[in-house]
């Protein structure tokens, strides 16, 4: 279509801009496969996600998380006596403010998580006041105790008999049962994965780059302690002004959070220690808002779900996660896609290589995760699964091969563009979000934006530099006479633009 102007519209001035720098670098998503989910919990997704507003993916990444969480150290998968993972699955929601992000959660973290939570909660002032019961008559032991033998002592008689030994911690009051944990300091999730939630937690963060990029902002040992949340591992950690170690069984969490795609860019920055690749990213092309209505079927899916809290670990000492094999026919596509990956890392760079080499891991725990789901969403009372199915290694290979993986590809080539392209396209979108798109725009008031690389002048310089070359902007010329010292850098937004964005 040929966009005619009026003769006296200063958009006749201006050529067509290059609308390419607004997806330089950026791939297409992937599109979600809702099928792996089956009938019942793709029926809720896709209707949580049109009650919402978003697409489907900002609703289906916080469901595998929560699971994961729920299921925890339960049940865990096995392909070998050597290879066993925790579900426990790291999820990230990428897009910009107003893409969904958010409400596409709020069905899950609103709503059902706290309903759960409640549950696992509700005999637990019972517990409290017991464990205070108990630790009052202690004290009134060992202080009796005290009295009588300050007595003998002053008399010269036999001491008294000790007290019996501490049948619970005086330092350690039961916590409060939980499943979602905002509250990330180490010393905090330890204690809780230690005592209130041993079949682990489900760390939420609205914006993931906040948590990433301070863990090791009061302890040099933060990313290192989240880096080992993953695997499930023991650990102990100890600090000088703990009374002593708080000794984790198995240190594993799942993690749900969101981040826009600017601030995405800055975390990919450092090193690779492997931390990112830990995360199954979801960056979909957002939908047309429209007012959502209620989600139906939530008290449904509180109680499937709710099924996955009545898991537990096995009645040993110290309990144990219950082991579920995978079954035989299953282990050759979990092999077959670990070559591939395998293949694929030799031709990666960076962060693409690192989440190539977690996906035949990612592949086990979805497999784990969506038994569980399917079983929970089945109606009935059967038992749990005690073998995770081919049809469930084969759902999730799916998930991986035709989605994650692609999707890691969007997000980390989009990271990985050459900083002067990263810089263009960083100011591009800004000038695009805003409404409407204005008729000038100045270098302090793009650096006071605080873009992600562009607070700093020559950057700034950079990027309008290149829109110039890309028809977006014409410098303003600093009037005559005007104050000496520093030039105001003022630039002319191609009015063409204003038609032009609405379409891209």
Known sequence: MVTVFAEDDPAILWPEPDLSVLQSGE????????????????????????????????????????????????????????????????????????????????????????AIERR??????????????????????????????????????????????????????????????YDVTIEKVATLLATAAPKGLLITRDELSGWIEGMSAYNVSGRSFWLEAYGGRPYRVERQKLPKPIDIPRLAVAVYGSTQPDKLVSLMRDFDDGLMARFLWAWPTPVEFRIGREVPQIEWAINSLDKLRELDLTAENPPQPILLPVAAAAVSTIEELGRNMQQRQRWAGGMLCSAFGKARGHVLRLSLTLEFLWWCGAPGFEAPPAEISEAAVAAADLLVDDYFVPMAERVYGDAALPEVERLTTTL?????????????????????????????????ATATNNLIDADWLRPIPNRAGGTPGRQRADFAVNPRLRRAVADV
């Open 428 to 460: 591009a979108r800004w000038i695009k979000r805003q409404q409407p798109v204005p008729e000038t725009v100045n270098a302090r008031n793009i650096q006071r934006a605080k873009l992600t690389g562009l607070r700093e002048a020559v950057k700034v």
């Open 27 to 114: 791939r297409p998503p992937p599109q979600f496969p809702i099928e792996v989910f089956g009938g019942a919990w793709g029926d809720w997704i896709t209707a949580a996600a049109n009650a919402s507003a978003c697409p489907v993916d900002y609703v289906a990444g916080p469901l595998l998380a929560g699971v994961s969480g729920l299921i925890g150290n339960a049940r865990w998968a096995k392909v070998t006596s050597t290879w066993v993972e925790p579900p426990h699955l790291w999820v990230g929601s990428v897009g910009y403010s107003g893409n969904g992000k958010s409400p596409g959660a709020d069905p899950l973290m609103r709503t059902v998580l706290p």
């Open 120 to 181: 696992m909660a509700i005999d637990f002032p019972d517990k409290l006041r017991e464990w205070q019961m108990a630790a009052e008559f202690i004290k009134a032991q060992e202080d009796t105790f005290k009295g009588a033998l300050r007595e003998a002592i002053k008399k010269g008689t036999s001491p008294p008999p000790p007290p019996p030994p501490r049948i619970i911690d005086l330092d350690n009051p039961p916590q409060e049962p939980r499943l979602r944990q």
